[in-house]
């Protein structure tokens, strides 16, 4: 049913395209989310951080460098940090050289801007609170645009998961907005999955850390919506580890190439 944001279609895992359908477009723009809708995809995956002056942002790195021109526009002001740069500053850096030409004038996006994308794409949206430490308050910040946007409206909750390597920003979710399908990532023991299934639909593992085993073991839990907990491998990017990931019995895979393992669980 709509209510359960973790469903895969058809029985197969769900497969979330990670920083958009990033080995084809530069990672968290609205390029790289048109692409993964153009791919047929209906999850992408998204990194959420704030500007100087309180915008929420989408980018992957705490720092501007690796993934703009921010070098060349303000070379005075090293190491770059996301924190350190106004809204309008950041609208002026190019997202999307450093990946092809073809993507020039590419814009860091803001979190209003491509959840709009995201609705207009009909996909749906696994946000990331990347170091929540670093923003004071960002949980309720992010929680009440997504409500003012419609997200947290019963019909699209099912559209919606948020999650983080916080455990505490995963909790803090949590208590806000009880009803938000939450995700923790990370490979807690099974002994401390009894606390995390009070807070968190899923445990969101990096593949090398799964086996057949853990992954049953967290299956047996019920998280905080009395669903089985529920597993999303990241990051997968080639079909022979899809194929391995997928025999684990996860619900869903994080992947670069989207298509390359839609296409392998498919075929089993
Ligand atoms: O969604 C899983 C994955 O995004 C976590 O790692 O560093 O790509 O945010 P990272
Ligand atoms: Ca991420």
New binding site residues.
Partial sequence: PTSDARAGEAGAPAV?A??GASAYAPENTLAAIDKAAQLGLSWV?N?VQRTKDGQLVVI?DDSLRRTTNVKDVYPGRAPWKVKDFTAAEIARLDAGSWFSPAYAGTRIPTLERYMRRVEHNHEKL?L?L?SPELYPGIEQQTLRLLGKEGWLDRGHLGRLIV?S?SSDSVRTVHDLEPEVTT?Y?GTPSVAQLHDYARFSDLI?P?YGALSKGYVAAVQTFKGPHGRQLGV?A??VNDAATAREVAAYGVDGM?TNKPDVVRSAVASG
């Fill in positions: 979330i990670h920083r995956e990194d992957h696994l990331e990347k999650q390597f995700a990532l969101n990096p999303f990241w990051t994080i």
